[in-house]
């Protein structure tokens, strides 16, 4: 039976109440809470069975969240206070409210300049060390699972199926297409390197505003056979302002072979936040064509 949205709420924990819906996805609502305080603070993810999604499905996403709550405070990931399953039969997460939005409102020509842009990705480059060095590996990285602080700071979310690497389970995850490394494509499992892969393809779509590819897919096997064959468009083919050492550092963050890939986040971090540090502000000759003459 279907169930009111403050009903779902009141069940999850005594002294939640709803606020109002913030979001809404293929398996789930979130809501806006007071946690007992007078602040909607909280946001509960409420996850609804279906005969189209295996349970087993929700199980991973559940488990993902709750890996990473010893993570909070430590490492960039937002904060979960609670996650499993209700009486009622639907799922939730419970979680802070991160009122930032996504970096979604960065892809392209948004409010961040280019050396906003190479801190804000530094910020998610370091947040994936942590995780990798938790030995836990993401499997879902995508601009709407990057979530926002008030001071604009980058979050972990949404954490799909987590692989826990290194431990002898084979785990693969589902993913989004787009941002699949190649290895995740053809199905096998995901690890730090899969993640890198992912990170490289946020990394261009935030620089560019386009994904890295010369056209857009047909259909999802196109776009598969794309993520696993597809040579990136260079950076400097779809942007004039850059810095030394990012195109290169683009290219290893998307090569197909995940041993070519930078092996840690912190590495990445580092090259980015210096190369934002060594931006001139001016993208060069054409950069200032483009702008004497808009």
Not at 33 to 43: E, N
Not at 218 to 227: A, F, T
Not at 250 to 270: F, H, I, Q, T, Y
Request: with cysteine; aromatic share 8%; charged share 25%.
């Amino acid at each position: 039976m279907k169930r009111a949205p403050d009903e779902i709420v009141r069940s999850i924990g005594e002294g939640y109440e709803l606020c109002e819906e913030i979001g809404r996805g293929g398996i789930g609502v979130v809501y806006a809470c007071r946690g007992g305080g007078s602040d909607c603070d909280v946001a509960i993810k409420v996850m609804t069975p279906s005969p189209m999604v295996d349970s087993a499905i929700f199980d991973g996403i559940v488990d993902a969240a709750l890996a990473t709550r010893s993570l909070a405070g430590r490492v960039a990931v937002v904060p979960v206070f609670d996650a499993g399953r209700i009486d009622t039969g639907y799922y939730h997460i419970t979680m802070r409210r991160m009122v930032g939005g996504t970096m979604e409102r960065f892809i392209g020509d948004g409010d961040l300049d280019f050396r906003g842009k190479l801190l804000l990705a530094a910020g998610i480059a370091k947040a994936l060390d942590g995780i990798h060095a938790a030995g836990i590996a993401h499997g879902d990285l995508k601009p709407q699972n990057v979530l926002l602080s008030k001071e604009g700071r980058p979050f972990l979310n949404d954490f799909y199926l987590v692989p826990r690497f290194g431990t002898g389970a084979e785990i693969s995850s589902m993913g989004t297409p787009y941002y699949m490394s190649p290895e995740q494509a053809a199905g096998r499992p995901v690890n730090p390197a899969s993640d890198m892969y992912s990170f490289g393809v946020l990394l261009y779509e935030l620089l560019t505003g386009e994904m890295p590819y010369a056209r857009k897919p047909k259909n999802l096997s196109d776009m598969m056979r794309m993520v696993e064959n597809g040579e990136a468009v260079p950076l400097g083919a779809r942007r004039s302002e850059s810095v030394p050492g990012l195109e290169k550092l683009l290219s290893r963050l998307l090569s197909k072979v995940p041993d070519e890939r930078p092996p840690r986040g912190l590495e990445v971090a580092d090259a980015l936040a210096g190369m934002a540090k060594s931006w001139n502000g001016n993208g060069g000759m054409l950069g200032f064509l483009k702008r004497l003459f808009r």
